[in-house]
């Protein structure tokens, strides 16, 4: 009896020693994940005269909210947010459904040459996009689709900063990152049991019918995923929106020629010498740029963080 | 839909229609495939092989062999170093983020008080350390000289890093291994910022492990950490092979080579040299994705 017990406060005091590891490790970590938003938010609502005060360094001395302007006006911000916003979910949701629909062949609907097809998808994941960029820089300079538009127009359309280039590859599941969504829906797909399609054919749905009425609704979590991912990746991208877009304002584009535009706009003012202060606006501006997105992450982070496993990263 | 049942449907068997309709559900991908991978990817390659003088008249494409393969990697001052220090960044840093995913996951899916907002904070990463917000954080000047002013913080944590490499190396470590770790805790929070995606496909995997073969373990006597490396691990091992080759590639948006070779097209305007490199670095990755994924592969349990 003694010894029973004895051994159940060893086992009760591993459990405590255990969970208090965890939480230092988890609460660590947390904080080197959200140290950087921290410093910006407490960047940003310094005043500019607390920038060199040595008394402060996280909580301002003197609070403002100039940073917020000046970034604001610089960014151009309201405008920048609504084509970013407009670009995103454009993209978003055309690639959404054509990987849906993808995804749900490779799966389910196998015809002659489908696992070979497959095989080109995986090939999509695995070549940097780096690889193709000039060609397709140059394909959309002078987009002819085969010499059918100069067949009609008489010369080839230039599709440089428009959002065709991504409305094009979207629509045709060949955006940023598309191959990874296609195959993170054809894993979803293949986990939902055939029984529950063959039901629907019994009862006299089409294929087509089966795929709304049946299997989107089920693959909510996976939509979700996907929604999330090619809405974030594709607000974040510079790479694309760079080379696509020039002259369009978006918010990765903005982003990075902010702290030029910065000192275009404050001239041959002193601070404009200041890499700090030059800094501070920059902080300001990535917070406004991320702020959005945060707000959307708070929305839908309960669909991972409760139903991951139906997500479809796994099939 | 009905359109097409109406056109071509009437005589076919069930399985005939549903290969018709993969086949138009796959079509769209299909067209940009070919008009937005495989020509583009055929033209990046005849580019590499030949001189391109672009002027207003249109481009001139000259065939001229291996040179521009053979200028990347003589004359171009910069392409040797980067390409040799962006592929040692990614073997250094794939296996410790993989770990690292593993170990949160396992590690976020026990039971505990405020998990669902751990996981919250943990999968932040995923929408904040991607493109552009990346770059720019690492260049923050306020954050570097903030972390220079804490210097009773930054001081403590170099001693402890310093003492944690004394006491491995006295205890018999060899030299590399301390280092590289050293390194990991110094480059924390660029691990941790890499790891979003790659805990969410750990932690998903984890939870599709059946509770019955930990119940049973358990009954059997064996301890966490058995449990662990006899049950959760074999069955997370496709998913090490999935996730790093997820990391490799995830690589690919946030490095030097891909800056060196959109500066080569772009800026100086040098199609061909830009297109060789490119080829050349999706050549070594390549590589690296082979030689790796046999590497593990051996070791990976599948259940069938």
């Keep these: ?315 | 839909m009905k359109l097409i049942s109406k056109l071509g449907m009437k005589n076919r068997t069930y399985a005939e229609q549903k290969a018709l309709l993969g086949f138009l559900f796959v079509l769209p991908w299909l067209l940009g495939f070919i008009f937005f991978f495989i020509i583009p990817l055929v033209n990046s390659f005849r580019y590499s092989l030949s001189k391109i003088e672009a002027n207003a008249a249109g481009m001139k494409i000259s065939y001229i062999g291996f040179e521009n393969y053979i200028n990347a990697l003589t004359v171009n001052t910069s392409f040797n170093r980067t390409l040799t220090e962006s592929i040692i960044n990614m073997v250094v840093n794939v296996p410790l983020i993989v770990i690292f995913s593993l170990f949160l996951a396992v590690l976020l899916n026990q039971k505990f008080i405020g998990r669902s907002i751990a996981r919250s904070i943990f999968f932040l990463p995923v929408i904040l350390a991607s493109g552009v917000i990346m770059t720019l954080e690492t260049s923050s000047l306020v954050q570097a000289v903030n972390d220079q002013n804490q210097g009773s913080g930054g001081a403590i944590h170099a001693l402890g890093a310093y003492e944690l490499a004394g006491l491995m190396e006295d205890a018999g470590v060899s030299e590399s291994i301390v280092n590289y770790l050293t390194s990991a805790v110094e480059r924390i929070y660029q691990i941790v910022s890499q790891s979003g995606v790659q805990i969410l496909i750990f932690l998903a995997g984890i939870q599709t492990i059946s509770p019955q073969l930990y119940e049973a373990s358990k009954m059997e006597g064996a301890t966490g950490y058995e449990a662990f490396w006899k049950i959760t691990f074999p069955m997370v091992s496709p998913l090490i092979l999935v996730n790093m080759i997820y990391t490799i590639i995830d690589s690919f948006s946030r490095n030097e080579m891909t800056d060196l070779i959109k500066e080569t097209g772009f800026t100086n305007f040098d199609f061909g040299l830009s297109s060789a490199m490119a080829w050349l670095y999706f050549v070594s990755i390549m590589l690296i994705l082979l030689i790796s994924s046999y590497i593990v592969s051996r070791k990976v349990f599948y259940q069938e």
């Design chain 1, 1 to 315: 009896m003694l010894i029973l017990a004895r051994l159940l406060s060893v086992e009760s005091w591993k459990r405590w020693i255990w969970s208090f590891i965890r939480l230092v490790l988890i609460a660590g970590l947390s904080f080197v994940i959200l140290y950087p938003i921290i410093q910006k938010i407490s960047t940003a609502i310094k005043a500019k005269t607390d920038l060199y005060s040595p008394i402060v360094v996280w909580i301002p001395e003197h609070y403002s909210l100039e940073n917020f302007k000046n970034a604001i006006s610089i960014m151009d911000y309201w405008k920048t947010l609504l084509n970013t916003f407009t670009l995103s979910a454009t993209t978003t949701i055309l690639t959404a459904l054509s990987c849906a629909l993808a995804g749900y062949a490779f799966a389910r609907l196998k015809f002659k040459g489908s696992n070979l097809l497959f095989a080109g998808v995986i090939l999509t994941i695995m070549v940097p996009p780096t690889t193709i960029l000039i060609p397709m820089y140059l394909n959309l300079k002078d987009f002819s689709l085969m010499g059918i538009i100069p067949f009609i127009t008489g010369k080839p359309v230039n599709l440089l900063n428009s959002y065709w280039p991504f409305i094009l590859t979207s629509i045709t599941a060949n955006s940023l990152k598309a191959g990874l969504y296609i195959f993170i829906f054809r894993q979803f797909f293949r986990g939902i049991p055939r029984e529950v399609e063959e039901a629907a054919y019994m009862d006299g749905a089409s294929v087509g019918q089966t795929f709304l009425r049946i299997m989107l609704p089920n693959a909510i979590p996976s939509i979700i995923t996907v929604l999330l991912f090619s809405f974030v990746w594709q607000w974040n991208d510079s790479f694309f929106t760079t080379t696509y877009l020039t002259s369009s304002n978006v918010m990765s584009t903005q982003l990075s020629s902010l702290p030029y535009n910065l000192s275009i706009v404050l001239g041959n003012d002193a601070s404009a010498k200041d890499p700090f202060y030059l800094s501070m606006v920059q902080d300001t501006g990535i917070l406004l740029a991320i702020l959005p997105l945060i707000i959307l992450y708070l929305f839908v982070q309960r669909y991972f963080v409760e139903s991951i496993e139906r997500s479809g990263l796994v099939g």
